[in-house]
């Protein structure tokens, strides 16, 4: 089975600090994705990473940005934490689809970040 | 650009009662269609998904779901439903020149009562 890990369930954080969110999968997948997810709004794509340090912005990248120096793991980094960015944050990964193909994301268990 | 609209927000229902959940989208291209559930304090899990054939797919659980072109919809249906099924409903939808992004829609709470 694929396997989509998030280096934590809760993180509590200040407003100001630097924030990092790791994601680990061990299933080869050339594709890595970050989500937030908030009431109502379903799931939005922060940020997009289809190669080891390939990347390309999502619907709403402002405030963070991401490293992918390894396949199987993709970081999220918000450089200084504020309010409004505290949510549940869900990693995700599938294989490389090309131009007429598609397949399903695995999912991590998701990340709940509050920023005080 | 794609969207995609999840027409509730909330469905409440009764245990072995029927149940529809209405997603439909917008797009110019080819698309493929996915329905995830995601359960209390976890991550999204695949439910189905149309990539191309029959129009009809179902999961192992029960569920299904129509892809119509005409109407730009994948409506995801359960004859009888469980408490158990008490989750939270995704609908995703990739465009064919994406490289496998989705697009998510709002969601829709699925409550199960007996």
């Known amino acids: 089975d694929v396997k989509v890990t998030q280096s934590s369930r809760y993180l509590v954080k200040r407003t100001g600090e630097k924030v990092f969110l790791e994601c680990v999968q061990d299933m080869d997948h050339e594709n890595m994705f970050w989500y937030r997810q908030d009431p109502g709004l379903g799931l939005r794509l922060i940020y997009f990473?289809?190669?080891?340090?390939?990347?390309e912005k999502g619907d709403i990248p402002e405030g963070y940005s991401v490293s992918r120096e390894k396949k199987e793991r993709f970081s999220l980094i918000l450089e200084s934490a504020s309010t409004n960015q505290t949510s549940m944050y869900l990693c995700?990964?599938?294989?490389?689809?090309?131009?007429?193909?598609?397949?399903?994301?695995?999912f991590g268990p998701g990340t709940r970040l509050t920023v005080t | 650009a794609q969207s995609v609209t999840q027409l509730d927000s909330q469905v409440p229902v009764f245990e072995e009662a029927p149940v529809e959940l209405r997603c439909n989208y917008s797009?110019?291209?080819?698309?493929?269609l996915f329905w995830y559930v995601q359960y209390p304090n976890q991550g999204l899990q695949l439910l189905l998904k149309y990539l191309s054939g029959s129009t009809l797919v179902e999961s192992i659980n029960g569920f299904e779901a129509e892809f119509n072109k005409s109407q730009t919809s994948f409506h995801l249906r359960k004859p009888s439903v469980h408490i158990s099924d008490t989750a939270e409903y995704f609908c995703?939808?990739?465009?064919?020149?994406?490289?496998?992004?989705?697009?998510f829609g709002a969601g829709t709470q699925v409550v199960v009562t007996p």
């Open positions: 797009s110019s291209v080819s698309v493929y």
């Open positions: 995703a939808v990739s465009e064919a020149d994406s490289w496998g992004k989705f697009q």
């Open positions: 995700a990964s599938s294989p490389l689809a090309n131009m007429g193909t598609s397949y399903e994301q695995y």
């Open positions: 990473s289809y190669d080891v340090k390939m990347k």
